[in-house]
């Protein structure tokens, strides 16, 4: 935290004119971005912080300034809370009070804890708050309050990205240690196939040298991400998308309905084409798979829906703008077993599946600095693309 506001604090010069208070409190409300903190003046660098924050002054606990992420958490723009106090937002807290007393007091640099704050005429809100102090300034404090179901999101997101990250590295190296030997494998196969002199012993050699095959094409799958170079251009989701749904349609001609849900205000993106169009693909025909009885029925329905997200963060990073794809399904769902490891390699609930779609998927998505989530239960599967829109 401190070193948060290290980071984006710089000393005021003599150039700059300290304003008389009444100057002051007009500037709070005029210009939220750059607020004058005793010596030091806090840059915008904390628009950009993914989680809540805001900067408190006593006396009175006043809000000087709220970061885009609090106006998107808390439902009201900045203007409106640099007018109000903290207990004007959450009601008057205790616990949240001493927090703040500890870190003015200089006691303590930072305090965290879990309250349950009481927001008038709202429901609680259970929160993770951090209260951090800022050099140079004695009178002000960063306030950062995380709300639960954003904590429990934000770490999933992050155990998440860190999973596929550690599985790239391992599924590299395993797969250049199968392919070196498998080559070696095939050839000695080859070689012995020529020296039998009976058919029924030759087929044998046929097995050894098939297998080595499929293993070659499924290594070949674990390494696809990391060989073609990324080719990025201006593109249209929907043109990926209508790709996508084509593709499907004609492997399932009948009983399967692909509804289009398409948001045309959608600004183009830019990304590699053909890796969006890979990604989307496995997780569309992945559904289409899982809906094998329903497909039978008549009654299988993938839904493609796109949307405008603002205000998200991917990655502990906050975007202004995201698209927001998801693909519905209403199949049986996921097992439950494997619901969190659906994104591990070799990972599959479907007799026969490589379980490399759903890993591919996450790495091209993540190569376009985007992530993909997953919710399933009986009757409906979703699984949710967050690109930025840069």
């Known amino acids: 935290m401190r070193r948060l506001i290290r980071g984006v604090s710089r000393k005021v010069t003599g150039a700059d004119r300290k304003p008389d208070a009444a100057e002051s ?8 971005d750059i607020l004058p903190l005793g010596d030091f003046a806090l840059h915008p660098g904390l628009d950009v912080v993914a989680n809540p924050v805001l900067l408190v002054r006593q006396p009175g606990l006043r809000v000087v300034y709220a970061n885009p992420a609090a106006e998107a958490s808390f439902a009201m723009s900045r203007k409106a809370m640099v007018e109000l106090t903290l207990p004007d937002l959450f009601g008057a807290s205790e616990e949240l009070d001493t927090m703040i007393d500890s870190v003015m007091a200089r006691q303590v640099d930072v305090r965290r804890q879990d309250l349950v ?9 259970h ?3 951090v209260v951090g102090g800022i050099e140079g300034n004695s009178s002000t404090v960063l306030v950062e309050i995380l709300l639960n179901e954003q904590k429990v999101r934000s770490d999933r997101e992050e155990r998440l990205i860190d999973l596929t990250s550690a599985n790239k590295e391992l599924i590299r190296n395993l797969a250049h240690e199968i392919k070196n030997p ?3 494998i095939r050839g000695a196969a080859q070689l012995l196939e020529f020296e039998l002199p009976e058919r029924a012993l030759r087929e044998y050699t046929q097995v050894i040298i098939k297998e080595s095959d499929r293993l070659q094409t499924l290594v070949d799958r674990l390494l696809e991400p990391h060989r073609h170079p990324h080719i990025v251009s201006e593109l249209n989701i929907h043109e990926v998308l209508e790709r996508v749904r084509s593709v499907v349609l004609a492997e399932f001609p009948n009983g399967l309905d692909i509804v289009r849900d398409y948001d045309a205000s959608l600004p183009e993106l830019r990304g590699d084409m053909e890796q969006l169009i890979q990604a989307v693909l496995n ?3 992945n559904a289409a798979q899982a809906l094998h009885e329903r ?9 493609l829906r796109t949307r405008v997200a603002r205000q998200v963060t991917i990655a502990k990073r906050l975007y202004k703008l995201a698209l927001d794809l998801h693909v519905i399904d209403n199949g049986p769902g996921i097992p439950e077993d494997i619901r969190e490891r659906i994104f591990y390699p070799l990972v599959s609930g479907r007799d026969g599946g490589s379980g490399l779609g759903l890993t591919l998927a996450q790495t091209f998505v993540q190569q ?3 992530l993909i989530e997953c919710e399933s239960r009986p009757g ?3 699984f949710r693309i967050l690109l930025p829109l840069h």
């Open 25 to 32: 409190e007009a500037t709070e409300v005029r210009d939220a």
């Open 117 to 125: 704050l009481r927001p008038p005429l709202q429901e609680p809100l």
């Open 127 to 129: 929160a993770h708050v």
């Open 182 to 184: 498998l080559g070696g």
């Open 283 to 285: 997780i569309v025909h």
């Open 295 to 303: 497909v039978a029925r008549g009654d299988a329905q993938i839904v």
């Open 368 to 370: 376009h600095e985007g």
């Open 380 to 382: 409906c599967t979703d």
